[in-house]
Nanobody
């Protein structure tokens, strides 16, 4: 099974920007979706969907980040990015990337989570 590694988190003031990265390695060469979730301290263990980039390149965003965050991938589709602008204190959370296989994969379906990267936005 493969692994996911996030980076790019940090502390910024409200209105600032950060760019998160997530690199996938060791997964089978099958179609997959990659997404970002976040976990806020005031929400306990709940992980909130942020954005997804599907295997066909289509994207989707949570209403709370639409227009401020942009998801993308490199040409090899092994590294996913989340460009975050207009950050708000309520964006403060641990951000996790996730991978989920799509359709048939001769090595069987797969999924995984990264370890997370902390984003802190101060007022």
């Amino acid at each position: 099974q493969g692994s996911l590694a996030e980076s790019g988190g940090g502390s910024v003031q409200a209105g600032g920007s950060l760019k998160l990265s997530c690199t996938a390695s060791g997964f089978p060469l099958c179609r997959y979706d990659m997404s970002w979730y976040r976990q806020r301290e005031d929400k306990g263990q709940e992980r909130e969907f942020v954005s997804v980039i599907n295997s066909d390149g289509t994207t989707s965003y949570a209403d709370s980040v639409k227009g401020r965050f942009t998801i993308s991938q490199d040409n090899a589709r092994t590294t996913m990015y989340l460009q975050m602008s207009g950050l708000k204190p309520e964006d403060t959370a641990m951000y996790y990337c996730r991978i989920v296989s799509r359709g048939f994969c001769n090595r069987g379906p797969f999924s995984g989570w990264g370890q997370g990267t902390q984003v802190t936005v101060s007022a």
